[in-house]
């Protein structure tokens, strides 16, 4: 359960950002994930929900996207994506299988409100 | 907003495309890190695994053996207690003691707090003995540059199948308690296959500490793995 310490992190880097652009405020904040980044959606949100009170974000929603796992099978050389930790061809039932991505945990997007200053 | 009236007039919805990764931070400390290590010529490495698998009786045995040949120094991480760090300290090698509290792993900046306590110029070789948890720590890249997963036969041989991403970065597995193997159902063959279905390049050694089975075998990966680091 090392989600608390991940949104601490995500929480860094949308102070970061909104303080960059004198935003009043984060609406939305878009994260991918991938199947091996070792963090589990739910908990992330419930962790997020904790952290972003009385934060610049404290109205924003989290939006998680999933990011696949690819394998490619050794023996059938079929090239194949998956949501889940399974490390096995879908079209030869081979446990033979390279697989590449799905670790990614990544900040894609942040909508916010930003005042466009006295004109 | 309007500076005004407070009304919504003058301000606008903004998207900003980021794409960074959320551990970014930890990720160039722990390149940091490495160069740190690197600069003083000591090989790093990232013990993990389960509570109890064996990681402090394998540091005990592995210094006992090592000392003479190598100047080793050893990072202890504990949710609490400094009791490991204590077991290792009486081999006489510095140590020093992370008690992470709450937190499930070490990460970066822990690490790079702990090397302050270190005689870096005098060392060839840092163990990182990281928190007992197969999950949260393989997370965390810390600037080591071997990452170390044991897997003990008393825990059984589904966990590389359970507890991918810990073995899906780790460079070598030892299969540790292999004296208590015929005390289980612990099916080897079983536990490498499953660990090399998601790292293909695992290198895999079998060892007993308490008997001593196996451990010049990786005695010798240590040593060749600090001879690569030199050149």
């Known amino acids: 359960m090392h989600e608390f310490s991940i949104v601490q992190s995500l929480m860094d880097a949308i102070e970061a950002h909104a303080a960059r652009e004198e935003a009043e405020s984060v609406s939305r904040v878009v994260l991918r994930v991938g199947p091996l980044a070792g963090v589990v959606p739910h908990l992330l949100k419930t962790a997020f929900d904790t952290f972003k009170a009385r934060s610049v974000a404290e109205a924003a929603e989290l939006v998680i996207e999933t990011s696949p796992l690819e394998l490619t099978c050794r023996d059938c050389r079929q090239i194949s994506t998956t949501d889940t930790v399974r490390f096995k061809c879908p079209q030869c039932s081979s446990l033979n299988v390279e697989a590449r991505e799905g670790d990614a945990l990544v900040l894609e997007r942040l909508e916010m409100e930003v005042t466009d200053g006295p004109t | ?231």
């Open chain 2, 1 to 231: 907003m309007c500076q005004d009236c407070g009304c919504s007039a003058g301000s606008g919805r903004k998207i900003i495309e980021v794409q960074k990764n959320v551990l970014a931070s930890n990720t160039s400390r722990a390149r940091a890190n490495r160069e740190i290590l690197e600069e003083h010529g000591i090989l790093g490495m990232n013990l993990m695994s389960s509570p109890g698998s064996g990681k402090t009786l394998l540091l005990e045995k592995t210094i006992a053996r090592l000392r003479d040949r190598l100047s080793v120094g050893v990072i202890e991480g504990d949710l609490e207690t400094d009791r490991d760090a204590e077991r290792i300290r009486s081999t006489g090698v510095p140590v020093h003691q992370i008690v992470t509290g709450q937190t499930c792993h070490l990460d970066a900046f822990m690490l790079q707090g702990a090397l302050h306590h270190f005689p870096l110029e005098a060392l060839d070789l840092l163990f990182v003995e990281n928190v007992g948890n197969l999950v949260c720590p393989a997370t965390y890249e810390l600037g080591t540059h071997r990452n170390v997963v044991l897997l003990s036969t008393t825990e059984g041989d589904d966990k590389p199948a359970k507890y991918p991403i810990a073995f899906k970065h780790a460079d070598v597995m030892l299969i540790t308690k292999m004296d208590q193997l015929p005390h289980t159902d612990f099916d080897t063959d079983r536990a490498m296959r499953d660990a090399r279905v998601i790292r293909p390049s695992l290198e895999v050694i079998q060892l007993s500490a308490r008997s001593g089975d196996g451990l010049s075998e990786w005695l010798d990966y240590i040593e060749r793995a600090v001879q690569q680091l030199r050149g």
